[in-house]
């Protein structure tokens, strides 16, 4: 196909967007830079959020059965997955603004487009983060408190790059708070020691697919001043990359076999203990074909941990079953 017979961009279209979205293609035009302040066009992040929550949920319930709320937690963390990575990256694109207008990468994002006023967007964040709140309340009040509790490290990751070469590490925080909300809405109590440990896996989890998007920006970071565990580990990036698989591997086994040991059920055990292995196949995967000098590879791989995090998923869900 020529150029001129290509078809061309939609208005507006984020330059990392996944190409085809439903919102360049379905969405109603006045309501897609909303969307694309949300994210709704690049879903994997939804789904970087989500999968913790899912983690937890089913580790709690593999501990003493599924019951039939279980299914309102798990679709309750779906939407407010949605809505609050929409919230935070509206959040983030506000704080950011000036930043993401001297990157390639991030110009066309709606405010640095002009697509949005600083005010709409602010008033679009705060919508978002009410209908997250309004889920948040039907999931019992430890769930709620702790709910809550996550939204300081929200407030302060945008500005983590501006003070520390660990902001991925600040994000791990926050992206895997679902797993103590979920877990405490399931079982009605403060989490315990699997739960806190399954978090901590979460955490190395985020450093390792976080640190390989930054790969993306390291050239624009140096120019204006942004850390990032990128620009930290440099060529030193495939050891530190393969520390944090072993942290999320072992973090995760220790969590399965302190939380399923105690029920007695081998084959629980072992399916669960699966969901480690699984999830440690895929971050080898990773490290295996990661070019850090290659933009479009680094968001591939970036991209595909949402298959490494539902594989866990799946095994820590059937082993609730057993």
Known sequence: MTPSAQKPEPEGRVADAVRGNWVDRLAPEA??????????????????????????????????????????IAAGCALGAWLMRGAGCTWNDITDREFDASVARTRSRPIPSGQVTVRQAVVWMVA????????????????????????????????????????????GLAFN?????????HTGTWPGLPAWLLYAAGIAWTLFYDTIYAHQDKEDDVL??????????????????????????????????????????????????AAAWALGWHLYWQVSRLDIDNPESCLALFRKNRDGGLLAALFLAVAGFL
């Open 128 to 171: 978002q983060t009410v209908l997250a709140g309004m889920i948040l309340l039907t999931f019992g009040p430890v769930a709620i408190l702790l709910g809550i509790s996550s939204l300081g490290i929200v407030a302060v990751y945008p500005f983590a790059k501006r003070f520390t070469w660990w902001p991925q590490a600040v994000l």
């Open 224 to 273: 204006i001043g942004v850390k990032s565990t990128a620009r930290l580990f440099g060529a030193e990036t495939g050891k530190w990359l393969a520390r944090f698989l072993v942290a999320a591997v072992s973090l995760m086994a220790v969590a399965v076999l302190l939380a399923l040991a105690p029920t007695a059920q081998v084959l629980r055990l072992v399916v669960g203990l």
């Open 31 to 72: 309501t897609r830079p909303y969307l694309r302040l949300s994210r709704a066009d690049r879903p994997i992040g939804t789904w970087l959020l989500l999968l913790p929550c899912w983690w937890g949920l089913a580790l709690a319930a593999a501990v003493d059965g599924w019951r039939p709320a279980d299914l309102w």
């Open 177 to 185: 708070w679902g797993v103590i909300v979920a877990w405490s809405a």
